[in-house]
């Protein structure tokens, strides 16, 4: 089992979704986060000086799957998420030891 | 007659409660957008009183009210408010209560136009845009109607703006959606309000201001406003349920669906307030809300992002008011009859007068923004968009 870890523009997580539900990945966990990578956000020029926006808002999936089912997810996350500019976000992929279902006890590893 | 106490104690308490009514707007659509851009709604609310103040008692009210020159536009006597007395002199109140009332109303109408440039309008190009439009579209939309041009001498009655206000704003709206285009990801993914009870507080501002609006206009304490008190109450309360009933029978009956119908209640009575009676004040608010539910339905099909609603409940029911007040005016109340009192002139003025304010803000709206937009660029940048106005336009976070 493996845990895929997604952080991605808020604006494309609509049409990640609608994807992930397409290829039949419907559970998944999202939260609001704030993020940045290398180009430590973005510069929004002005008359008065420069403001650096240094964290910018982003969405972080988390989804637990089958190992066979990673290439399938990964490439889907992608093709959704990319606008191909600065910023389409990261993902990664974590092992996952055990999963419990909490209404029945039901393990899973 | 001298100062009447009275009447001026009333003009000026209405000012306030006119006053209100722009940042009621601002809460108002401030928590119909998302988070992102909560500051940016509201700030624009506060910047357009402060130009309207500014704007107005340096040539605003002059072109306005001044005196007329050809039925189209007031002279330069008032610039400065020159010649604008405190003093009452021979009448019921001092003209500069009447400058200061007016002018919280055209703050009011530029604010309800912010509705079509919500989340994506670049700030100093809003500022430019504000003056040139208070100065080549609303001063003479007020000076037709009010101040003495060719739609009141031809017998145009609006009451307390259904054109000059209601009309003017929603269809500038309008032209103005259509210039600085869609969001970014309008239709393609939800663009939720972020904080309904904000907008409900907003809409109960602008519920207490209207009042100040409609029974101020009276400029009396009187019969007139005393009845344009109660027909504004009335049609609020009818559009609201009017909205309320039409929305719970396409789904559940929404809390921004009722304010939103009592909104379009009010602005379809604005015109007709101090001419129609409260019983007919029910049937104007209630169509309103239906009709105004209807009309956003109508825009969101068409994909136009006017985004806040302005054409839809301003200028679809500001027009549908200064109609019905051509219909239902009563002599009683207000001493004019309407076409249900078998005087037809007064349908076909008041028609032709709404239809000409309709084409005349359209049409300079459109020419306004265009030429600013391909000057200045009325848009923020993609990015911009994305981060939100509060950070990127004003360096704050709601």
Redesign the interface.
Known sequence: MKMVKAVI???R???VKKALEDKGFIGMTISEVKGRGEQKG?A?QYRGGV?I?DL??KIQLEIVIRDSDVDTIVVTITEAARTGKIGDGKIFILPVEKSIRIRTGEMES | MALDTGVTTWLMVSAILVMLMTPGVGFFYGGLVRK?NFISMIALSFVVLALVSVHWILIGYSLAFGQDIGGVIGNLDFVGLNGVSADAGSGAYPPLVFMVFQLFFAAVTVTIVTSAVAERIRFSSFIVFVLVWLTLVYCPLAHWAWGGGWASKLGLIDFAGGTVVEICSGFGALALALVIKNR??FG???LEPHNIPMALLGAALLWFGWFGFNAGSALAVNSVAVNAFVTTNTAAAAGALAWMFAGWYHGKPSSLGMVSGAIAGMVAITPAAGFVTPLVSLLIGGVAGVLCYGMMLVRVRKKCDESLDAWAIHGMGGLWGTVATGIFAVAAIGGISGLAEGNAWQFAVNTVCAVAALIFSFVMTYCIAFVIDRTLGMRVTE??E??GLD??QH?ERA
């Open positions: 523009k808020p604006e997580f609509e049409f973005i929004l403001m926006v910018l808002p | 992102k970014a990801g393609e993914y939800a990015d911009e994305y981060v950070i990127c360096g």
